[in-house]
């Protein structure tokens, strides 16, 4: 288990990496090298806390930039988290097995065209931009601390592109899904997506996820991209249903 698995286009890599980081940004981001170093004090988000190798030929000093790092996350309260994409270098992660890190969480990066999505012509949902109300309904439909609230949204106040905040209510439950879409030039990004327990089957989470998919094709975005762990086969599925495909994995070491 030494390399990813999946053969990715490397430029498209590149680019869904960058607009992902601006999706999602991190309160503190610094570069060792290539290495992107993401940290938050606030949230503990594994996406706002890892190092993210962002180039495959740079792999020298690893111990000492492993230390250093693994000093500087300590000063947040945090364990190290290495972020594995098919940028990554071979190399760090053989040393990574070698020292004993072990993979245990992996997501799949799935990419769609919004072109040619059968999406119907008008909104089901129009998006909010009222981030307190976003707020407390992902806090609700994920059934998340309540503490978390000020730090997500921190998090939803610093995204710099377009975004728009889909909820979908009910009478009886209140807020029952949610879905984040950021809108980055020609590329869309799905975030935040989740439909709460007490309502899954029932087709909620295909009509929030239209109306994100809808209004990013209208304010121009040519393809809609999301990441999702890869043993949600439920949420996958749905994706597929939708016309994703997945272009790359990423995978999350620590030590052990």
């Not at 000492?64 to 190399?91: N, Q």
């Not at 065209?113 to 059968?118: I, S, T, V």
């Not at 984040?180 to 030039?185: H, I, K, R, T, W």
């Not at 975005?221 to 597929?240: G, H, K, M, T």
Request: glycine share 6%; net charge positive.
């Amino acid at each position: 288990m030494t390399a990813s698995p999946v053969q990715a286009d490397l430029p498209l890599v590149r680019r869904l990496e960058a607009v992902g980081f601006r999706a999602w940004p991190a309160a503190s981001v610094v570069y060792d090298g290539s290495w992107q170093v993401r940290l938050t004090g606030s949230h503990p988000s594994k996406r706002l806390n890892c190092i993210v190798p962002l180039d495959p030929s740079d792999y020298r000093d690893m111990d000492l930039r492993l230390s250093k790092t693994r000093k500087r996350f300590a000063d947040y309260g945090r364990s190290l988290v290495v972020r594995e994409t098919p940028l990554a270098p071979p190399h760090l992660i053989r040393h990574l097995e070698d020292d004993g890190w072990q993979m245990f969480e992996t997501a799949d990066v799935m990419i769609g065209d919004l072109a040619h999505l059968p999406l119907p012509p008008t909104l089901g949902h129009l998006p909010s931009h009222d981030i307190g109300r976003f707020v407390d309904a992902c806090i609700a439909v994920g059934q998340d601390d309540a503490a978390l609230k000020p730090a997500l949204a921190e998090i939803l106040s610093s995204i710099k592109p377009q975004s728009g905040f889909f909820i979908k209510e009910s009478p009886r439950h209140g807020a029952v899904a949610v879905a984040l879409c950021v809108q980055d030039n020609d590329l869309a990004g799905v975030m935040s997506f989740a439909v709460s327990q007490t309502v899954r089957r029932q087709g909620i989470g295909s009509e929030i996820l239209a109306s994100a998919l809808r209004w990013a094709r209208v304010s121009g975005a040519r393809s809609a991209w999301l990441q999702v762990e890869a043993d949600n086969e439920p949420a996958i599925a749905l994706y597929r249903q939708f016309g994703f495909r997945k272009v790359y994995e990423y995978r999350y070491w620590r030590k052990g």
